[in-house]
């Protein structure tokens, strides 16, 4: 079965900061794992995706993850904040077996504080 | 801008009405989703819809009805909905290439939001 955590549901950096938002999954098979961003009243926004290759992996927004396959984490990070960067983030995993399902993690809302 | 509309934007309904949320998307993909999010929690898928057939119902109750009247159009039909059934109804689509389609992203409308009275 496969599961996504975040474990904080609330992040709050400085304008100039660098932040990081955490992610840890559990998948049966290969994981393929997704970022999106939710802004207030709006739906989901994707900002990058890790299907194989490369354990750093840049998106959009100039925020980039990094895959950790021996600790089993995606976190999202990006040098340095914005305060439009403030809204919900989203950590999503789906098994690589060919399933449509996508699984949310809870959700984490980071605000950037001018 | 979003490249997935969904109509209305909001939606106040009875629980006896009848109503229709629709979904459109131009950019060719043929795997089409309905979720439903309550406030501050992730998205609960309900249906998929691969190639215009439904290949994933999880366990939604009958008051809610998808259709996929085409390759572009998705319609979710609401009857006797109960209160706890307010919330943002998303839908999203994705490319479908044999085999991949796991790795392609879902790109997501803006959502209907709906309450019940």
């Known amino acids: 079965a496969q599961s996504v955590a975040q474990p904080e549901d609330q992040v709050n950096v400085a304008e100039g900061n660098p932040l990081t938002v955490k992610c840890t999954y559990s998948?049966?098979?290969?994981?393929?794992l997704f970022w999106y961003v939710q802004y207030p009243n709006r739906g989901l926004q994707f900002l990058l995706k890790?299907?194989?290759?490369?354990?750093l992996v840049k998106g959009s927004y100039g925020f980039e993850a990094e895959f950790n396959k021996s600790q089993t984490s995606f976190h999202l990070k990006k040098p340095s904040a914005l305060v439009s960067d403030s809204a919900l983030y989203f950590c999503?995993?789906?098994?690589?077996?060919?399933?449509?399902?996508?699984?949310f993690g809870t959700g984490t809302r980071l605000t950037v504080i001018p | 801008d979003t490249e997935v509309t969904q109509t209305p934007k909001h939606l106040v309904m009875g629980m006896t009405n009848k109503k229709s949320l629709k979904c459109e998307q131009h950019?060719?993909?043929?795997?089409m989703y309905w979720y439903k999010q309550k406030a501050k929690k992730p998205p609960e898928l309900m249906f998929v819809?691969?190639?215009?057939?439904?290949?994933i119902n999880e366990s939604v109750p009958s008051r809610f009805s998808p259709e996929c009247p085409n390759s572009s159009l998705l319609n979710l039909h609401l009857h006797a909905l109960q209160p706890e059934d307010s919330a943002l109804y998303l839908c999203?689509?994705?490319?479908?290439?044999?085999?991949?389609?796991?790795?392609?992203?879902?790109?997501f409308g803006d959502g209907t939001r709906l309450s019940i009275l």
């Open positions: 999203a689509s994705s490319q479908v290439h044999r085999g991949t389609e796991s790795n392609q992203p879902q790109h």
């Open positions: 950019m060719g993909h043929r795997a």
């Open positions: 999503a995993v789906r098994d690589g077996a060919g399933a449509n399902n996508l699984f």
């Open positions: 890790y299907i194989t290759g490369d354990n």
């Open positions: 819809y691969s190639y215009e057939k439904l290949s």
């Open positions: 998948v049966s098979g290969n994981p393929y």
